[in-house]
C-alpha cells in the first residue's frame, strides 16, 4: 500500500464516527448503482451525501522564498475516501500555489489531492481547500512565513493564489507590526490566534426539534484576535479599532465596524523591544439569531446574509509614549496599523 493510501485510510477512519451521521453504513465501489453519489466514476454527491474534507500542509512555518508540501484528502458520508472529486484551493496574497498552478486537481484513487505552495513574501496567510459541493465542506490552514524576501527573489511566476485578499499587512516601518489577525466565534477566548474560523451567522432556535423544551444552538459575539509587536524603544499604546468588509450583506456594500475603543482593554498598552500583545474585542453581535457587523440595536448594524468567503479589513490606531511632547495627536497617519483576514461565513449547525 502506497503512503498516501494508508494516510488517507487512516484518516477516512477517523472521519467516519464523525460524519457517520451524514449517512448509513457500508463500502461504496466507487460507481456501481448501490452508491448513487458516484455518476460514471465521478463522485457528485449533495449537500447531505458530500462527508467531509481535510486540509494538511507539511511545513506551517518556512522561510520566504522557500516551499513546502499539501495534501487535502476527501471522504463521503461513509468515511470512505473519494476519486475524481474537484478539490479548489485559493490562498491571501503571499502565499503562491505552484502546484497544481490553476488552484484545482481531482483527488486520485486513494481521495487525496497533493500540491506544493510557497512563501512569497514575510507574514501569516491563510490558504482554504473546498469540494465544488457541499458550503461546509472547506478547510483553512495558517502558513508563517518567516524572514526577509531573498535577494533577487520575485516570487513564483505562473502559480496559483492570492484571490483571498491580502493577507496580513503591516505598517512600512516595521517599527510596530501586526503579526496576526483572526477571529473567535466559538467564546473561548484565549491568547492565540485561531488559523482556521468559520463564522455562524444563523442560530437554530431547536437544537432536537422537539417543540416542549428550549435548547438553542450556541451563537456567540465573534471576536476579533490581533496581535501586534512593538519594535520600539518605547512604550505604545493602542486606541482604537476600526474594521471594514465588503458584500457581506449580498450587495456590493461596505459595512463598517464603527470605532472600538482600545483603551480598556488589559493589553492595550505595549513595552518596547520587540515586546508583543494579544487583544481581542468584539467584532460581529449576535442579535435576536442572526450576526452583525456594527450595532444592531440603534438600526445602524447590518445583517450578515450572504455566505462564503470574505476579507475582513482592520485598522487600528496607536500612539507612542513620546507623541505628546512632539505635538503627535490621535489619527496621524504614520500611527495607524493594518491588517486584512478571511474567515468563512454561513450558517453552520453547532447544536450539541
Not at 451521521?21 to 448513487?36: H, I, K, M, R, V
Amino acid at each position: 500500500m502506497r503512503i498516501d493510501d494508508f494516510r488517507a485510510l487512516s484518516i477516512a477512519a477517523a472521519l467516519a464516527g464523525i460524519v457517520g451521521c451524514l449517512g448509513g453504513q457500508g463500502a461504496t465501489d466507487g460507481g456501481s448503482a448501490e452508491n448513487p453519489d458516484f455518476r460514471n466514476g465521478v463522485f457528485v454527491g449533495d449537500e447531505t451525501t458530500s462527508g467531509s474534507i481535510d486540509l494538511q500542509v507539511e511545513q506551517s512555518s518556512l522561510p520566504v522564498g522557500s516551499t513546502t508540501g499539501f495534501r487535502v484528502f476527501a471522504v463521503d458520508a461513509q468515511g470512505q475516501p473519494v476519486p475524481s472529486i474537484n478539490v479548489v484551493c485559493d490562498s491571501e496574497k503571499g502565499i503562491a500555489i505552484i502546484e497544481p498552478n490553476t488552484g484545482y486537481e481531482l483527488t486520485g484513487s486513494s481521495g487525496v489531492m497533493s500540491g506544493v505552495i510557497g512563501c512569497e513574501a514575510p507574514g501569516s496567510f491563510q490558504m482554504v481547500c473546498r469540494l465544488n459541493i457541499g458550503a461546509n465542506r472547506r478547510k483553512f490552514a495558517s502558513v508563517r512565513c518567516t524572514g526577509d524576501i531573498p535577494s533577487g527573489f520575485t516570487g513564483f511566476p505562473g502559480a496559483a493564489g492570492g484571490g483571498l485578499g491580502g493577507g496580513t499587512q503591516t505598517n512600512d516601518d516595521g517599527d510596530v507590526q501586526i503579526l496576526e489577525a483572526g477571529f473567535v466565534d466559538d467564546g473561548k477566548i484565549g491568547d492565540d490566534v485561531p488559523a482556521n474560523v468559520s463564522i455562524d451567522t444563523v442560530q437554530n432556535p431547536n437544537c432536537d426539534g422537539d417543540a416542549s423544551t428550549s435548547d438553542p444552538e450556541p451563537f456567540h459575539d465573534t471576536y476579533a484576535v490581533i496581535k501586534v509587536r512593538n519594535n520600539l524603544a518605547e512604550r505604545v499604546t493602542l486606541l482604537q479599532l476600526n474594521c471594514s468588509v465588503t458584500g457581506i450583506d449580498g450587495t456590493t456594500n461596505t459595512a463598517d465596524c464603527g470605532d472600538i475603543s482600545l483603551t480598556r482593554q488589559a493589553d492595550a498598552a505595549l513595552d518596547g523591544n520587540g515586546s508583543t500583545t494579544t487583544i481581542s474585542v468584539p467584532m460581529f453581535k449576535a442579535y435576536n439569531g442572526g450576526k452583525f457587523v456594527g450595532n444592531p440595536t440603534d438600526g445602524s448594524g447590518t445583517q450578515i446574509t450572504a455566505t462564503g468567503l470574505y476579507t475582513v479589513s482592520f485598522e487600528i490606531f496607536y500612539l507612542k509614549a513620546s507623541d505628546d511632547a512632539s505635538g503627535v495627536s490621535f489619527g496621524d497617519n504614520d500611527r495607524i496599523l493594518t491588517a486584512q483576514a478571511t474567515a468563512s461565513f454561513g450558517n453552520f449547525g453547532n447544536c450539541p
